[in-house]
C-alpha cells in the first residue's frame, strides 16, 4: 500500500540504510535545536527511564543487544527488566539537552557527570538516585550545585530549593512524552539502529514542543505542535 501511495519512496531496506547513514546529522540537528532554544539557562534537572527490551517473563534469556544491555530494577513499575537505561538532563522549558545509554543496572549517580559533559547549568535538579556527597563535592568543584531531596537522618532536613518537587515534575512529564512516542518501544537489533529511533524520537518531539511554544510560550504539551504544523 506505501508503495501505491508513494511509487518513488525508497524499499523499505534501502530506506533504513539511509536513515543510518544520516544519524549523525540527525543528532547534530537536534543538538543545534535544543541548545539555541535552553542557551542562557540556570536550571536543568536529570533523571533517567527504562527502555525494556523484551517482556519480564524473558529478563535472563534475551540475547537483544547482550553487549550493552542487561537486568535492571524499575522502581516505578516494581520489577525487573532487561534492557537499557537512558539517563537525560533536561530544561524547565521541556528540552531533552543531552543524554547518554547505558545498560539498565547501572546506577544513574555514576553517570551525572557524563550527562553534564557538554551542557551544566549552574543548578541541577536531581531525585534520590543522586544523593552523593562525593558526586555533590565532585559537581561543586566545577561551578554545579546538585540539588537532592535529604534522609530522614541527615543534618539538612528541608530542600533549600523553592518549589523543588513542582519544578522536577517537569521531567516525569517530559518521560511521559517520549514513551508516548515510542522511547520505551524499541524493536532495534543493533546498537546503531537503537541510537538513530531515539535520535528520530528526540528530534521529533524537539520540533513539535518548538512549534508547540509558537503558540503558548510556557507549555510543556508538545502535541500542540502537530495544531500548528497542520497550519
Known amino acids: 500500500m506505501a508503495q501505491s501511495l508513494f511509487p518513488n519512496f525508497l524499499e523499505y531496506f534501502r530506506f533504513v540504510r539511509r536513515c543510518n547513514a544520516l544519524l549523525p546529522s540527525i543528532q547534530v540537528i537536534r543538538q543545534a535545536l535544543v541548545f539555541k532554544e535552553v542557551e542562557g539557562i540556570s536550571v536543568s534537572i536529570i533523571d533517567s527511564f527504562p527502555i525494556p527490551l ?3 517473563i ?29 539517563h537525560a538532563l533536561v530544561s524547565e522549558s521541556g528540552y531533552v539537552i543531552d543524554y547518554t545509554i547505558t545498560p539498565a543496572s547501572m546506577a544513574d549517580s555514576s553517570m551525572t557527570e557524563e550527562v ?3 551542557f551544566g547549568t549552574p543548578t541541577v535538579l536531581g531525585d534520590m ?3 552523593s556527597q562525593s558526586l555533590h563535592d565532585r559537581l561543586e568543584l566545577e561551578g554545579i550545585d546538585l540539588i537532592t531531596p535529604v534522609r530522614k537522618n541527615m ?13 522536577r515534575k517537569v521531567i516525569e512529564r517530559v ?4 514513551t508516548n512516542l515510542g522511547a520505551e518501544r524499541c524493536k532495534s537489533r543493533s546498537p546503531q539502529g537503537f541510537q538513530l529511533k531515539l535520535e528520530m524520537i528526540l528530534l521529533a518531539y524537539s520540533l513539535l514542543l518548538k512549534s508547540a511554544k509558537s503558540l503558548e510560550p510556557e507549555t510543556l504539551r508538545y502535541s500542540i505542535g502537530y495544531q500548528v504544523m497542520a497550519k
Open 175 to 178: 518521560f511521559s512524552f517520549l
Open 116 to 118: 553534564l559533559s557538554q
Open 58 to 86: 524473558r529478563n535472563f534469556r534475551s540475547k537483544v543487544l547482550r553487549d550493552y544491555a542487561n537486568v535492571g530494577y524499575n522502581a516505578t513499575k516494581g520489577q525487573y527488566f532487561y534492557g537499557c537505561k537512558c
Open 129 to 131: 538516585g543522586y544523593l
Open 155 to 167: 543534618k539538612q532536613k528541608k530542600i533549600l530549593f523553592p518549589n523543588f518537587s513542582k519544578r
Open 54 to 56: 523484551c517482556q519480564p
